[in-house]
């Protein structure tokens, strides 16, 4: 049984300035959700980290809170907390693959997400990896978001693009040439 199998789990990461992180959670299952809260507070405050706490309908709306956080608010990293559980029609699999597909797009794009969205067959499985005492996939995830930012800060400010943002240079209007101001 996976739940019975030691895994490795990474020091806590450190910094030397404030980090600040964007909780975006779906409220579906709300035991589960505040379960899986309770344990990404409290690893984002044993790093002394501050967070904001933003609720989403569903886990199909997370990843794109989180692209309308990047976009219009000053967070280092985000944790995307979430519950889907298998039902009786395909709709599980669309949920599943399409939120996880979208954080995953974000993260290649440079955002640092630690993507605690559970997809399990039952309730009792959300119950056990939601569980700050048993598997604490909360804390996991905003353990993963801080490894990220830690990382982020250590390899400093973004360059360029990774392929799926323009460069600035590419937002220039046809004739502007690169002395021309862009407003």
Same mark, same amino acid.
Do not use: W
């Given at each position: 049984?996976?739940?019975?199998?030691?895994?490795?789990?990474?020091?806590?990461?450190?910094?030397?300035?404030?980090?600040?992180?964007?909780?975006?959670?779906?409220?579906?299952?709300k035991d589960i959700a505040d379960n899986m809260l309770s344990g990404a507070?409290?690893?984002?405050?044993?790093?002394?980290?501050s967070y904001e706490v933003v609720e989403v309908p569903g886990a199909l709306?997370?990843?794109?809170?989180?692209?309308?956080?990047?976009?219009?608010?000053?967070?280092?990293?985000?944790?995307?907390?979430?519950?889907?559980?298998?039902?009786?029609?395909?709709?599980?699999?669309?949920?599943?693959?399409?939120?996880?597909?979208?954080?995953? +797009?974000?993260?290649?794009?440079?955002?640092?997400?630690?993507?605690?969205?559970?997809?399990?067959?039952?309730?009792?499985?959300?119950?056990?990896?939601?569980?700050?005492?048993?598997?604490?996939?909360?804390?996991?995830?905003?353990?993963?978001? +801080?490894h990220l930012v830690a990382l982020s800060r250590k390899w400093g400010a973004?360059?360029?693009?990774?392929?799926?943002?323009?460069?600035?240079?590419?937002?220039?209007?046809?004739?502007?040439?690169?002395?021309?101001?862009?407003?």
């Open positions: 049984m996976a739940g019975s199998e030691k895994h490795y789990i990474m020091p806590r990461a450190e910094f030397d300035k404030p980090v600040k992180l964007a909780i975006v959670m779906s409220p579906y299952y507070v409290a690893e984002i405050e044993a790093c002394g980290g709306e997370i990843p794109t809170a989180i692209g309308i956080a990047e976009r219009m608010s000053n967070f280092d990293g985000y944790v995307a907390l979430g519950c889907v559980i298998r039902g009786e029609t395909t709709h599980y699999e669309t949920v599943c693959n399409d939120s996880s597909r979208a954080i995953q +797009l974000l993260g290649l794009q440079g955002l640092c997400i630690g993507n605690g969205i559970l997809t399990v067959e039952n309730r009792k499985q959300a119950e056990v990896r939601a569980d700050p005492a048993d598997q604490n996939k909360g804390g996991g995830a905003a353990a993963a978001a +801080l973004q360059r360029k693009g990774v392929g799926f943002v323009p460069d600035a240079e590419e937002y220039k209007l046809a004739g502007q040439s690169k002395d021309t101001p862009t407003a």
